[in-house]
């Protein structure tokens, strides 16, 4: 092959390029994020333009992924002891009660909380078997927030404690125990359903994602391609993947329904046999 030809093969996409130049001139800004003229002249685009292969590349308008790396930017600081104010400026709030009108959507608890750790926090848990092997349940004040399977509880127990490492994690009282029960029931029977309020925190995307998810019928697939196109961002296929795999409630928020363009089940966060039970077992009550 001619030295030439390689090199043309192996030149980036100028559009994607010009996307990527997008994000790092957003992910640098300290506060607002620039006009979206001045984005697309950036891009070499026009607006509209820029702001459609944008929304098809991330899932996001400019604007959300400034608003998302912003509020990653506040957990970051938060999480490393920065006090609130400080950290809600720094990462480009200009107002902290800005940043404390969206904290409840962004940490799932008072920022205060969040840069402790999750102290003052109480989260009540449970440990259960189940045929898909162990299973930890965990509520806050909101509701659901965590469902995962594994083979270890004791991992899946200190996964929670990483995730909240100062938070007061309590025994689950007879009450949840029955919350334990209907998890254990939704495992069993993913067509069931689950009349449980959750507590799920994410980025605008993922939340778009989820609830797309929690959309799809029992016994039913969609490939990730499939999700992208019904939130009308077509090219937004690993953004889709990125957001089941950040899925922090394994069955009732149904990731396991996603699969490849070809039919075939993909990764989980779960582990692949345990995606491929939940599928089976969904397609045999369709029957």
Known sequence: MRADAATADAAPDPEAAAIAAVCRALEAGDGLPPPLARLAALAGMPPARLRRCFRAATGLTPHAYAQAHRAARARALLAAGRAVTEAAYA????????????????????PGQYRRGGVGQRIAFALA?????ALLVAR?????????????????????????????????????EQWVAQVVALVETPRRGLALPLDVQGTAF????????????????????EIARALGQPRAVRAVARACAANPLAVAIPCHRVVRSDGAPSGYRWGLARKQALLAREREDAD
């Open 91 to 110: 990462a480009g709030f200009g107002a902290a009660s800005r940043f404390y009108a969206q904290a409840a959507d962004m940490l799932g608890m008072a």
């Open 129 to 133: 078997q189940c045929s898909l092997g």
């Open 140 to 176: 806050s004040a909101r509701g659901l927030c965590a469902i995962a399977l594994g083979e270890d509880p004791e991992a899946l127990l200190r996964a929670l404690q990483d995730r909240f490492p100062r938070a007061e994690l309590v025994g689950g009282d007879s009450g949840f």
């Open 206 to 225: 993922q939340q778009r994602v989820w609830r797309a998810l929690q959309a799809i019928p029992p016994g039913r697939t969609a490939s990730y391609a």
